[in-house]
């Protein structure tokens, strides 16, 4: 079991983790995405080095949420939110398939219908992850009995 201090350590951990994907994902939406068009005929190589740069980042925060126990000491703390607590670790595989045929689409045959079909794909996924992350930081606030927001 977490001690007090471990609690907000690995809180403090995550928090900071969610705010490197976000600073990420903002990335992304203001440098590459709104000049999906202009890249009409060449294959948008840089996006997609970013785009697995987001995926090696999100494979790695999900692997320490279901590996590293935060989630479920949050949960045996607080066994309400065992439904909650599935859900999101549920998210984890759809999310990154989803990153993964955005990757997929850079490979394509780039014109202004596959840049506009991209660019409305990545806009879902990167409001998805933020209600992902935003959903586990509240797992962690119930659990822990503390504010996430403490880094």
Not at 41 to 62: A, I, K, N
Not at 83 to 111: A, N, Y
């Amino acid at each position: 079991m977490f001690t007090s201090d471990d609690s907000h350590t690995w809180l403090r951990h995550l928090q900071i983790q969610h705010r490197s994907i976000n600073d990420r994902l903002l990335r992304l939406e203001n440098e590459r995405i709104p000049s999906l068009e202009a890249l009409v005929g060449r294959p948008p190589s840089l996006l997609l080095e970013d785009l697995q740069e987001l995926r090696t980042e999100l494979v790695q925060h999900f692997q320490q949420e279901e590996e590293g126990g935060c989630l479920e000491e949050a949960l045996s703390r607080c066994p309400s939110l065992c439904e909650e607590v599935r859900r999101i670790e549920g998210e984890h595989p759809q999310l990154l398939q989803d990153l993964d045929q955005i990757m997929d689409s850079t490979q394509k045959q780039w014109d202004c219908e596959e840049a506009s079909r991209v660019k409305e794909a990545f806009q879902n996924l990167a409001h998805r992850i933020r209600a992902h992350e935003a959903a586990e930081s509240r797992i962690l606030i119930q659990g822990f009995g503390t504010h996430a927001d403490t880094a």
